[in-house]
T-cell receptor, first 120, second 116 residues
Framework: AQKVTQAQTEISVVEKEDVTLDCVYE???????LFWYKQPPSGELVFLIR??????QNEISGRYSWNFQKSTSSFNFTITASQVVDSAVYFC?????????????????FGKGTSLLVTP | KAGVTQTPRYLIKTRGQQVTLSCSPI?????VSWYQQTPGQGLQFLFE???????NKGNFPGRFSGRQFSNSRSEMNVSTLELGDSALYLC???????????????FGPGTRLTVT
């Protein structure tokens, strides 16, 4: 079975602070994919990043960076110099490898989410 | 390119009724998945369709069903509605290309269903 744990339910920071959102996952599969999604108050989930289990390189995209460590089964997300527009609920998700014409499909297992509030 | 669209955006039903929600994926996307989001259970996978076939199903009762049409558009149906079915229902589409390749899912704005 797969499981994603986001231990931080709510985080509140002041604008320009750096903030890290934690994500710990469990799976027995050797091939899997990890995702981060952002859900602003409007409700629509916005895709941020996908990582496969064979690629442990950290990634940076503007103020966003991700740290993937298989040794600790973690895929943490850091926002540098946070802004009010970063206020949202952030979800980490896990999916197994999918093959066409298989029964596995693309099911995403989501964590409970971390609500980030950035105040001016 | 237009994103994933879902209709209706809001719906109010009474217990015992049934409801049909619609989802149009991004053009060219062949996989459509449905998720239920509630404050208590969070985001839970309902089912996924690819080439008009249900490829995967989450742990939901048989009252929840879906289908996909030849143009990849999808509908989900909930029969005999219960109060606990009140939720945000999200549809996601994925390109679904290549063996052993998993593509990110792009979500629609959701349908907010309220059961009274």
């Amino acid at each position: 079975a797969q499981k994603v744990t986001q231990a931080q339910t709510e985080i509140s920071v002041v604008e320009k602070e750096d903030v890290t959102l934690d994500c710990v996952y469990e799976t027995r599969d050797t091939t899997y994919y990890l995702f981060w999604y952002k859900q602003p108050p409007s409700g629509e989930l916005v895709f941020l990043i996908r990582r496969n289990s064979f690629d442990e390189q950290n990634e940076i995209s503007g103020r966003y960076s991700w740290n993937f460590q298989k040794s600790t089964s973690s895929f943490n997300f850091t926002i540098t110099a946070s802004q009010v527009v970063d206020s949202a609920v952030y979800f980490c998700a896990l999916s197994l490898s999918a093959r066409l014409n298989s029964n596995s499909g693309y099911a995403l297992n989501f964590g409970k989410g971390t609500s980030l509030l950035v105040t001016p | 390119k237009a994103g994933v669209t879902q209709t209706p955006r809001y719906l109010i039903k009474t217990r015992g009724q049934q409801v049909t929600l619609s989802c149009s994926p991004i053009s060219g996307h062949r996989s459509v998945s449905w998720y239920q989001q509630t404050p208590g259970q969070g985001l839970q996978f309902l089912f996924e369709y690819f080439s008009e076939t249900q490829r995967n199903k989450g742990n939901f009762p048989g009252r929840f069903s879906g289908r996909q049409f030849s143009n990849s558009r999808s509908e989900m149906n909930v029969s005999t509605l219960e109060l606990g079915d009140s939720a945000l229902y999200l549809c996601a589409s994925s390109l679904a290309l290549g063996d052993r390749e998993i593509n990110e899912q792009y979500f629609g704005p959701g349908t907010r269903l309220t059961v009274t």
